[in-house]
């Protein structure tokens, strides 16, 4: 039996279905397919461990900013809060974060991948019972549709932890902050976990650890489209290629394919040439006033910053500049 403290729901994405999009993606020049499809069950445990390899500083990096400054940030929020979690993963970080906030406080994971979110929310609403839990399976860049099912009551907070707002294009990002504030409305915050830029040799060994956990999750995909879309490829016929371009400050994550071949999808061919990749991910990293200047675009204020010592990662939180 479901905890009283837990609810769970789905809003369906309007959206195209999945063998649309894999074939939008797939007739685009370079190849593609959006970073978002990487997330099914099997992905997001591999996500899970790769969070916990060595190389992949991002996942304790923030943990321990967390822990260090979670009961400064409730302070910041104050009582009665509704914190909404974008791409919300295993909800471990939350989880670090809410034991500080005091009764009521509601909680509103978001992600699209349902059966990992559905169990996370259920530990979570177990462990921290003074927390409501309201998990949504979604697309989060549903704003409107997301705010229509928040609680009227208390401060809105968007928590987006991770790094996932560097899977965003910038603009895109901006795009996307202007967006979420839909979802604050008054006095709203957002905190926020950025990557900062770094040493070359850092970002290349967190997206290619040496257990090879990073090629699985990416090559999952693969795995994917086979299961659910019956596509007859092979997914070891295509392996994982990771690294920082330094100029345009972001990790680019493709599958190249080590022979030529002809990849069918539903009703549709795809031929490859040796050597040819499928685009899958860019993760962005910014400074802090890149960052901080990217979000008072969006019209959201620095309230706090909080970097680690060895200035890996940065938290930000910020306010909404006026009412929406
Ligand atoms: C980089 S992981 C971050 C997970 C977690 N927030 C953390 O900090 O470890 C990105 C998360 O966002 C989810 N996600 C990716 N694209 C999404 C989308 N368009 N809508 C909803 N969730 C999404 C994934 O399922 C995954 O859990």
Redesign the pocket.
């Known amino acids: 039996m479901s905890p009283r403290n837990f609810a769970f729901r789905e809003i369906p994405s309007p959206d195209a279905g999945l063998l649309e999009v894999v074939i939008a993606g797939l007739n685009q020049e370079p190849k593609r397919l959006?970073?978002?499809l990487?997330?099914d069950e099997a992905?997001?445990r591999l996500?899970d461990a790769i969070?916990d390899t060595d190389e992949y500083y991002?996942?304790r990096t923030?943990v321990a900013l967390l822990e260090r400054h979670g009961p400064q940030i409730a302070e910041w929020i104050g009582p009665a809060s509704v914190v909404v979690?974008?791409?919300?993963?295993?909800?471990?970080?939350a989880r670090l974060l809410l034991q500080h906030f005091p009764s009521p406080v509601t909680y509103v994971p978001?992600?699209?991948?349902k059966e990992?979110?559905r169990q996370s929310a259920l530990e979570f609403a177990e462990a921290l019972n003074h927390v409501k839990v309201q998990a949504i399976c979604?697309?989060?860049?549903q704003a409107d549709a997301i705010r229509s099912v928040l609680p009227l009551e208390g401060r809105r907070v968007l928590f987006?932890?991770?790094?996932?707002i560097g899977?965003l294009e910038p603009d895109e990002a901006l795009q996307f902050l202007r967006q979420s504030q839909q979802i604050l409305g008054n006095k709203g915050m957002v905190l926020v976990?950025v990557d900062l830029k770094k040493d070359a040799s850092i970002l290349n060994a967190a997206y290619n650890d040496a257990a090879g956990i990073t090629a699985l999750f990416e090559t999952n995909i693969l795995v994917r489209l086979k299961r659910e879309l019956g596509a007859a490829l092979d997914p070891q016929s295509f392996v994982y290629k990771g690294f920082y371009n330094e100029p345009l400050g972001r990790v680019e994550m493709y599958l190249v394919s080590l022979r030529e071949q002809t990849v069918r999808i539903g009703p549709r061919q795809f031929p490859f040439k040796t050597g040819e990749r499928i685009h899958l991910e860019n993760s962005y990293k910014y400074s802090v006033s890149e960052f901080q200047a990217l979000a008072a675009k969006a019209g959201l204020l620095p309230l706090d910053t909080w970097v680690d010592a060895d200035r890996l990662f940065s938290l930000h939180l910020l306010e909404c500049q006026a009412p929406r």
């Open positions: 959006p970073c978002s990487l997330y992905g997001s996500f969070c991002i996942t923030e979690e974008l791409g919300a993963g295993n909800l471990q970080k978001v992600d699209i991948s990992h979110l979604a697309d989060f860049h987006f932890p991770g790094s996932t899977n976990g």
